[in-house]
C-alpha cells in the first residue's frame, strides 16, 4: 500500500503522469490511508495486532512505523463532522490553507462547532496530538515535545512551515497548473515522524548509536556475513521513504 502512495507523491516531484492522474492524486492518497487505516482497525479488533504499535516487544521498524501512520489517520477520521476529503479538493486549498494558517482553529477547544472545515482541521490536530503522546513515550526526537522545544519548535511546527510555502502556489500555481494538496503536506510530515517513532521504539532515541551497539554486538558473536546482513537491512531502513521500502527486493 505505501509502495502505492510512494509512487502517487513520486509523480508530482517529477511531473510524469497525466493531468487526469494529477487531478486524481491527493484523493487517491486519502482512499489509500483511509484502507490501510480502516484494515488496521479491524485487525486490533480481531486481536491480530497490538496496539499502541510503538509498545509491541517482538516487532521490527516497518511494522512499528505502518501501524503508527494509521493510528494517527483512524485519530483524524473520527473527530466529530470531519471530512478529509476536503484537504484533498484541489478547488479548496486557498481556503483550507488560509484557515489553517490565520484561523488556527486547531487551538480552539476540540469539540464540534457546525463548520466541517474548522472540525476537519482540528481532527488533523487530534492525530498530531496523538504523534505527540508518543513522541514523549519513545523520547523521540521528532515527536518529543521536550526535544521539539529545545529547537524552538513544537509537534507542528513543520506542518506549519509547509503549509506557509504551499499557501503561495495555491493561490498562484503558475507552470504547475495544480497545488499540492493539503492531505499531501499532512501524509509526509506524519509518515516521516512515524519513521522516527519506529526507530526510537526500536533502538532508543539516540537510535544510530542504538544501531551502532547492535552491529557491534553482532560482529563479537557472528560472522563477516552476518555483519553485513544487519548492515544492508540497516541501509534499508534509513534510506526508506515508506515502510515498504524496507522489504529486500526478490
Known amino acids: 500500500m505505501f509502495g502505492s502512495i510512494k ?30 487505516s480502516d484494515e488496521y482497525a479491524v485487525s486490533v479488533r480481531k486481536g491480530l495486532s497490538q496496539f499502541p504499535a510503538h509498545r509491541r516487544k517482538d516487532s521490527n521498524v516497518e511494522a512499528i512505523w505502518r501501524d503508527v501512520v494509521s493510528e494517527v489517520f483512524v485519530r483524524m477520521t473520527m473527530f ?66 521536550f526535544d521539539l ?36 503536506a499532512v501524509y509526509e510530515d506524519v509518515n516521516r515522524k512515524a519513521k522516527s517513532i519506529a526507530l526510537s521504539a526500536m533502538f532508543g532515541p539516540a537510535y544510530e548509536s542504538g544501531i551502532s551497539h547492535m552491529i557491534k554486538l553482532v560482529a563479537d558473536s557472528g560472522s563477516k556475513a552476518d555483519v553485513g546482513k544487519v548492515e544492508d537491512s540497516i541501509r534499508r531502513i534509513m534510506n526508506a521513504t515508506t515502510p515498504d521500502d524496507i522489504r529486500k527486493p526478490r
Open 7 to 36: 509512487r502517487l507523491l513520486g509523480r508530482k516531484e517529477t511531473g510524469v503522469g497525466s493531468l487526469a492522474e494529477s487531478l486524481v492524486r491527493p484523493m487517491a492518497l486519502l482512499m489509500a490511508l483511509k484502507q490501510s
Open 80 to 145: 466529530g463532522d470531519s471530512d478529509l476529503t476536503i484537504l484533498a479538493d484541489f478547488r479548496r486549498q486557498p481556503e483550507v490553507l488560509e484557515r489553517f494558517l490565520t484561523d488556527r482553529p486547531y487551538l480552539s477547544m476540540p469539540q464540534p462547532n457546525g463548520d466541517q472545515l474548522d472540525q476537519t482541521i482540528q481532527a488533523v490536530w487530534q492525530g498530531y496530538v496523538y504523534l505527540a503522546k508518543i513522541g514523549e513515550e519513545t523520547l523521540d526526537r521528532e515527536s518529543s515535545q
Open 149 to 184: 522545544s529545545k529547537r524552538g519548535k513544537d509537534i507542528i511546527s513543520d506542518l506549519v512551515k509547509r503549509a506557509e510555502a504551499l499557501r503561495a502556489t495555491a493561490v498562484n500555481p503558475g507552470a504547475t497548473g495544480l497545488p499540492i494538496c493539503f492531505i499531501e
